[in-house]
């Protein structure tokens, strides 16, 4: 066997971010590519993004969004044409400047994002109200040069991400739309990945570089570190000016029109894979766990093998016809006991384990991946899997909600609020909306306004550090 | 109204260039990215090839493969680990030197092609015959810098495909790999976008540099020039060797693994534009249309709305239960006339026309897009469309499959050949097998062999230019 073989060796509690790098590795989600800052993802892990993208596709298709394609080269010129924006990203990007011996006289930069370039085209595209709304979503990666080490799916010089533009003909139908998009965001994370989301509005200081606001979704992680899983942003005519996105209304007159932009990125394997992983490795919501149920059969002998197998076969059939996502684990001269922990550390929900014994009782033993619980199964019975794999997906959201909110504190005191940062978690503080403040508290603590969150706007508290007059109650927290 | 909505001003026949841009750019399925050599897919593009992708994944999964992920940046230093492989490649990679403004000392290609990547990470992937066969799937793009004129989805410096890569332990089980992958790319390309194909082996001087040998198929284009429409090669062992694929067989001793490589392109879908457009624009295969059914409601006053938007709402709600693809062109303002000559130029399959006097009748008007006739169907043989559907995808292929008949030409006389390639076409001709021949004949008349098809073989004939023994027929033609 070689070393990937070998199962986590170090607890998820004594060191996160070990205990997060070997599941990626060992689970065979990922693996480091030859340049500093890239990753390969394997099957594994690339169908769990597959998924994701389903899942999304299907409720951006409803909402009238239509998937495009855009190239990732993008002339130095144009990305500087919206200059705050340009500024934001010009040191992370990366820049071509020769195809084969020849140098390239307007260098060509990887896409950091696509806005410059989505723009000038849709500029083309719109001429009048007939042409509205446009919205266009795009399943790509964007480069940005990471200096610090790299983790996999939480930071990475490329990474896989969608990036969708609107245009609109009114600004209340662009910010509807901006809503719309982060309700589809926290809908989807919640029931599929089942984990937790906090949505609200980013501050001045961390919206997205160009946008009007930006609004989010957050989560915490179990180490108390904050993760942004999703971000929508109001561009407002910030783009549209510059870039010239214009139409005529049906009164002929021209305006320029109003636009949102946002995206998510296989960060959400990451917050999924810390959310619910455990000592024993990787656990998999069912519904985006690419097997879902791992059939383990066992025998000593022949005479074993032929009671047990036909049985198998059989489960396995019923399971498919019910579209369960199923495998059988055949492989010769390995033992149950080496099998069981293989299928755990990849966190494959359900486990079936049927042996001469059980085929006597007529009965299956059910071992589930979230809390190791086993329970067992009358052979009558197999027709409750899809349920119980519903169950699980529930219960794994309920415990995360748990989680997140023994990990969430109301904190307006700021000694307080210091000596507790350490331990990490989500700080709920009033604040005045000043810069000031958030600058002081950020260098002092290393926490940041990581969401304000909806419906925390109030005016009967003190700024946590000025003791002003508080404008909302956000949430502080380091992040990654 | 824009420039875009002026149809097609020039005909297949006379200039089919300019035609078959006026088609990409007025279908409006892709447009010209602002750096040379670059296009984007709009909506109507993207989803074309969202749908081959959505066949292929079906063949692929079912033939063990599964999808993975590869970062785009590749060092130069592994680019250039197989000599001849890079040679191929090296005038055409556009290179990254920089990140912000820091200097990247080993310069990093945008990949060309991943062969070098993916082998370095399956080298770490595979230690014993367990790991195997391992078979991977990437949808991604590649990049080789275009000189050229930009022609979109046959000329780009950037393209939308797939490429796989698949390792086995024995030459037979690989080479077999070679063969399936083939036949699923012929008939996908056969099924879905009704182009027939001719399989083969290139012949050495045109197969893919670093493999043993290339299958391919191949098509004739209306314009009598041959398009390569996908390769499946068998690497051999020449990656595994410098990439140190090894792996322990059952008896414990390490041997080199044998692989095969394959992919297609977007360049599948400028075929599909040529093989069937014609003079009023795209004419799109049933299966792959992004919209199969156009309703096209017809009336001049509330009156007649009254009575014809119900039916059409019937109609569609009953298309769309039997998976149609469906949409209703409720647009006001603009003359029924207007509106077909609009969705003939999007080359919807399938129109339906609904006025007052069909609803009287109890019939619907249906006008099909790839012959431009019209049928008269009673409301009662809505039922019928699905099969109206399927009929048109196979009369599609049938009619392609005589064009390209009436293309290929059986031509074992040199002077023959020369007077007649300037009309173009495939040239089934006699060939000795050696490269010099295969040199002179595309000098002296720009015609290459694009494939020497399977049981061609044979040894009755005399080469076309040497007249020595010939080894083969293959096909001869000029390419784009």
Redesign the interface.
Known sequence: M?KEDVGITVSKKDDFSEWYTQVVLKAKLA?Y???KG??????D???I??SLRGTFDKKFSRNGI??????????ES?LGKEQKHFAGF?????????????EIGDR?A?RPTSET?AY??YA??I??W?DLPLK?NFWN?A?R?EIKATKPFLRT??F?WQEGHTVHSTQEEAEKEVMKILDIYKNTVEEELAIPVTTGKKSEKEKFVGAVYTTTMESIMPDGKALQMGTSHFLGQNFSKPFEVKFADKDNVEHFAWQTSWGVSWRLIGAMIMAHGDDKGLVLPPKVAPMQVVIVPIYRNDEGKETVLPKVEEIKKELESKDIRVHVDE?EGLSPGYKFNDWELKGVPLRIEIGPKDIEKNSIVVAKRYNLEKISLSCSEIEKIPTILDEIQVEMLKKAREDAKSNTLEISDYSDFKSKIEKGGFFNSPWCGKLECEEKIKEETGAEIRVIPFGSENTNQKCIYCQEQSIAVPIFARGY
């Open positions: 070689g693996d590519a030859p340049v890239l990753i390969v993802l394997r099957p892990g690339y169908s993004w597959e239509r998937n495009g394609f855009l190239p990732i080269l993008i002339p144009l010009n040191p992370e990007v990366f820049w071509v400047t020769h195809s084969g011996t020849n060509l990887l370039l000038t085209m083309k595209w001429q009048s007939r266009i990666t480069l040069a010089s490329e896989l492989r």
